[in-house]
């Protein structure tokens, strides 16, 4: 091999070295994407039209396009009286599906308040990796628990979720 194909070769090599550490380090625009998801937790508390409780749950909150994408998909279970809660920037209707799911879910659609709206009981696709199912409903807020867990606690649309502050601002 003669020196003037050797060098372009290393250049070539010095280059492609040099796009992968700009675009892996921790500086990188990539860097979100990379980095493991970091949910904030909360104990949420839901009560019935009338103001009295019926349970709590505790959830990771889901508060980027990130984590709001991923949600429970990376999740193997998930106890009764735990979820997730997926805070919009904006009340609207929002499609969920079920994908790369490992378990069946209760998926609530709660407003900028806190009511809930619309709940789902959403069973596994027959495809986890392409879900046809979407499972809609309006508000700002989306709380998944575990499958039939509202049915046992007695939750219905018009109970109220109390968002805590440092979720809902």
Do not use: C, K
């Not at 625009?29 to 009560?47: G, K, R």
């Not at 809609?136 to 606690?153: A, D, K, M």
């Amino acid at each position: 091999m003669d020196r003037s194909r050797l060098v372009n070769l290393v250049v070539v090599a010095l280059l492609v070295l040099a796009a992968v550490l700009a675009l892996t380090g921790p500086t990188s625009p990539l860097a979100p994407l990379l980095s493991p998801l970091s949910y904030e937790n909360a104990t949420l508390s839901i009560h019935d039209e009338n103001g009295s409780d019926l349970t709590t749950v505790d959830v990771r909150v889901a508060d980027t396009e990130r984590e709001r994408y991923v949600g429970l998909s990376e999740t193997d279970s998930l106890p009764d009286g735990e979820g997730m809660l997926f805070v919009h920037p904006e009340s609207g209707t929002y499609p969920y599906v079920m994908r790369n799911m490992s378990f069946p879910l209760d998926i609530l659609f709660l407003d900028t308040h806190g009511t809930i709206t619309t709940i789902h009981h959403a069973r596994l696709p027959e495809n986890p990796s392409d879900p046809q199912q979407q499972y809609r409903g309006q508000g700002q807020y989306v709380l998944e628990v575990p499958h039939g867990w509202t049915n046992s606690t007695g939750i219905d649309p018009g109970d109220r979720v109390s968002i805590p502050d440092f979720v809902a601002n």
